[in-house]
């Protein structure tokens, strides 16, 4: 971690937006496999009838991980 003094040193394109990763499904966020680092994944939403609880299942194409985010309504 940069010690805070080097914020001084910050270079004039560190202050503009990070371009998102072309192979993501995001642009404004910065959203990859944790596992495998790839950013293509996808995004589906399913019901879950036994709970009733809504959720989005992220999927890694790469490497097939997935994470369940629950969905507030
Ligand atoms: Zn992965």
């Given at each position: 971690?940069?010690?805070?003094?080097?914020?001084?040193?910050?270079?004039?394109?560190?202050?503009?937006?990070?371009?998102?990763?072309?192979?993501?499904?995001?642009?404004?966020?910065?959203?990859?496999?944790?596992?495998?680092?790839?950013?293509?994944?996808?995004?589906?939403?399913?019901?879950?009838?036994?709970?009733?609880?809504?959720?989005?299942?992220?999927?890694?194409?790469?490497?097939?991980?997935?994470?369940q985010i629950p969905i507030?309504?």
């Open positions: 971690m940069p010690i805070n003094s080097q914020r001084w040193f910050m270079r004039k394109e560190d202050y503009e937006l990070r371009q998102a990763n072309p192979d993501s499904p995001f642009r404004s966020f910065d959203v990859k496999c944790l596992k495998c680092g790839c950013y293509k994944l996808t995004l589906t939403a399913h019901y879950d009838e036994q709970t009733g609880e809504s959720f989005l299942l992220f999927f890694c194409t790469r490497c097939r991980r997935q994470e507030k309504i």
